[in-house]
Structures are given as C-alpha cells and as structure tokens.
DNA sequence: TGGGTAAATCTGTATGACAGGTATTGGGTG
DNA sequence: CACCCAATACCTGTCATACAGATTTACCCA
C-alpha cells in the first residue's frame, strides 16, 4: 500500500505475525528489542510501529511486561484494504444507510438551534463549492458529520468518522471523484441534501431519514452506473 | 481521564492547540522541538503523540515540511472522553441498535457454512464461559463480532470495532460488569444470543435483527435498572 | 524583477542511556 | 518436599544527541 516509511513497515510485519501465526489474544509478542532486530530497524521505529497498533486496539502495552495481543486484526479486514476500490465504497455505503438513516432522523429530532445553524452553513458551503465546479467531497463530508453531531450522541461520531475515514483512503487510492460529477449532476445533489435539511428543520425524523437514505442511494448509483 | 502516559498528555495538549484556538484545517503546526519544548518533555514522546493524531485522521505529517491539520477533532468527541461512563454506554447502545440489527439481518441472508460454524463456536464459548460465572464480556463481543462477519461486509467491522473499542475503553475505565450478572439473567442473555444465531441459522433475516434489537434492549436495561 | 542557489528548518531514523515497573529464579525455611 | 521471599534479569517509558534527506525560506546575482 504506502510502505514508505519504516514505521509503516513494521506494523505491517507485526500484523503479520500476529495474524499469520501463532499469537492469539492474551500472548505476548517479542519485546521491542527483538522486533528491531528481527526487522532490521531501531527500537525508536518499533516503538513507532506499536503506538500505531495500541491506537488502533490491536496490541496493548503493559510497562515492564511487553506488548500483548488485545484483538486480533481480522484476515477480512486486512484483505479489506486489497479490495478493489469498487466493492469497497458499495460496502461502505451499506453501512452508511443504516447509520446516516437513523442518525438523519435523530438529528431531526433533538436538533438544537446552534446545530441547525451549523448545518446550514454546511449546506451552504457545499452548494458554493458545487456551483464552482470544484471538487466538494471535503464540503459534502462535513454536512454529513455536521447531521451526526446534532444527534447528540458521540458514539454515532465514531462510527461514522472510522467509516469516512475508510472512504477517503480509497478516495485517496485512486477513485476520480471529479468525474462523476458532470454538470447536470450538481442540481440533483443540491436537491437530495436540501431535502434533508429541510426535514432537520422541520423536526421531522422519518422525512429526515428517508431523505438521508435517498441521497445515498442515488449516491451510490453515481459510483456504480 | 488515562493521562499516566505522558504521550497520552501530549497528545490532548495537541488536540486542544488545535481545537481550541486558531489552528484550522491546512495550518501547519508547531515543529515537534517547538511542542517537545512548549509541554516539556522530549521529541520522543512527541512524535508519539503525533503518530496517533496522524492514525486518528487528525494530522498529517509532511517530511521535511511539519505536521498539518486534516480534520478538527469535533469539541463534542473531545467531551465524549470526559462523558460518564452510563450516558456514554447508553449512546453507544443507540447505535449498536441500528447498526449490529442491520448486520444481523445480512449476515442471515448472507452467512456462509463456515460463517454459520465460527459463529456456533462464539455461541458455544459464551455458554460455557457464562455457565462458569466468569466475566463473559470478551466472549460476548467475539459472537457478536462473528455475527458482523458474516455480513462479508468489511464496513460493517470497521464500524463496529470503532465501537466496541470504545465501549472497552468505557468497561476499563470503570464499569463493573460483573455486578450485572446476578444467576437468573444468565439464562436470559443465553437464550436471547441463541435466538439471534437460529435466526441467522434459518436465513431469517427480519428476525435476526428483531432478535438482535431485543437482545440489545434487554442488555441496556440490565445495565440502567 | 526574476530566477536559481545556498542556508535554515523540519521530519525520519539510529544509538545509547537510565529510571522504574514486572516476571522469574533460586535460596532459605518450615 | 513445599512454600515464601528476595535478588535478578528483562522490559517498557522517557530522555538526549546525532545525522540524513526533504522542503521551505532567504538571499544574492544577473
């Protein structure tokens, strides 16, 4: 994938060497000293490699006692990253209906009046970036996450932001965004997202998540012609 | 909150730069001397920090050049961490409703023999584990997680590890779980798991996810008397 | 003014060191 | 022989220093 950087490297081998064999959750995996040395590279880039994997809940450190396996990375989510950019966002937009749809309608519902102006200025940012002409990827992504945060409910933000996340390293992989977006486009998303924001406004949650759920549909049938 | 860590201090000094005054999406931040310098400690424990804020989407680290603003981490995920441990349990559950209930219903329709025989397994581990009256939270997580699976949807996993790490992080930082399991509920909590797994097992979709709701309801309850 | 080069700055990586935990071993005692 | 405790080896957390390579900035010359 990017493994430019060392650090980068060595999760990836230790991943490996927790996936590939015999370490399952519990185990202690060699000290940070072997794993330079097994990989060839300084403790300082291990240690690196082990922040990343702590963050990421796979391994947990425990001060003078080792690096212990917490959660095995799953082989699927691994081959995740070598799915064809495709399948991934279509699996990605699974999640989002059932996510956004529901956050939509909960967002209509306790919604305060600061997330509502947050919203529109939202909204009103994407439509100056789509009538520019100019990639509004970054603008449509916010008024998502602007819906989600007036659901009042941070565990909604984490999963969402671990999904988008996931969206922008494909879009980063390589999916055209620009193309998909031919001029005759631009008036039908404005359409979907306002009608969305109309139903917050209104309060309406089943209109919301209706609305929500529209958009990404015809969302996904611009990725998938 | 975890702050033992000196990376763990560094790190929300770093967040609250940035979210808290004029850092915003494009800045560069401080040199990682000039931060090592401004919170006292050494570049190490600074470049560690940063490690995580690039792993969370946070920053981004441009050799040569410094460290960038990506995305602003929202004020309101930053409270999360300092929401108590029920609201932030509850918020949890209100996603895992839609989220693990739509898994639920396409892992039915979906479920391989081999999908169908881990998540037998996750099920069977869970009995005895409950059986012995020993903490059962991992095996719990590992049939639901087995069940998300079997969507052969990886965004599905991505979601719902996003958070189960969180509600382990919850569960680590306090709760008691073991107060919640007085003998007569662990019949309940077996006999709930098992009418998610015929379901699936009956490629019964609507029930899967009926069944995983109540299941979902029942353990809120017992967690919020 | 414009352009190109040199200097300053910054991240990526390596090495060595020490403090303060944790696990383990081995010896002493009953 | 079994058990408890202390010495010891090992490990992570943290710091300081150094240098290579990339990038930005500054300056000088044309």
Same mark, same amino acid.
């Given at each position: ?5 060392? &650090? ?21 995996? !060699?000290?940070?000293? #072997?794993?330079?040395?097994? @990989? *060839? ?7 690196? +490699? ?10 947990? $450190? ?10 095995? !990375? ?13 399948? &991934? ?7 989002? @209906? ?8 909960? $967002? ?9 102006? #947050? =919203? ?7 439509? %100056? ?6 990639? &509004? ?9 602007? =819906? ?5 409910? !941070? &565990? @909604?933000?984490? %999963? @969402?932001? +671990? ?13 055209? =965004? ?8 631009? *008036? ?10 109309? $139903? ?8 919301? +998540? ?16």
């Amino acid at each position: 994938m990017s493994g430019r950087r060392l &650090a980068d490297q060595a999760y990836s081998g230790i991943v490996e060497l927790i996936s590939g064999q015999k370490l399952s959750v519990g185990d202690r995996l !060699p000290s940070e000293v #072997s794993l330079a040395e097994m @990989f *060839g590279i300084s403790r300082t880039i291990v240690r690196e +490699a082990l922040v990343r994997l702590a963050s990421d809940g796979i391994t947990e $450190a425990r001060r003078g006692a080792g690096s212990y396996v917490k959660n095995r !990375p799953s082989d699927r989510l691994i081959a995740y990253t070598q799915t064809d950019n495709l399948s &991934a966002t279509i699996g990605t937009y699974e999640v989002r @209906f059932v996510l956004e749809a529901e956050a939509a309608r909960l $967002a209509a519902m306790r919604r305060s009046a600061a997330d509502m102006a #947050s =919203i529109d200025d939202a909204l009103q940012k994407l439509r %100056a970036t789509l009538l520019s002409s100019l990639p &509004a990827h970054a603008e449509d992504m916010e008024l998502h996450r602007q =819906i989600v945060l007036a659901t009042t409910n !941070p &565990a @909604f933000l984490v %999963a @969402f932001e +671990a999904l988008t996340e996931d969206v922008e390293q494909i879009m980063r992989a390589g999916v055209d =965004i620009s193309r998909m977006r031919p001029p005759e486009v631009i *008036g039908a998303m404005m359409r979907e997202h306002e009608a969305i924001v109309d $139903a917050i406004r209104a309060q309406d949650g089943d209109s919301a +998540a209706l609305a929500m759920r529209w958009h990404l549909a015809e969302g996904r049938k611009r990725l998938m012609p």
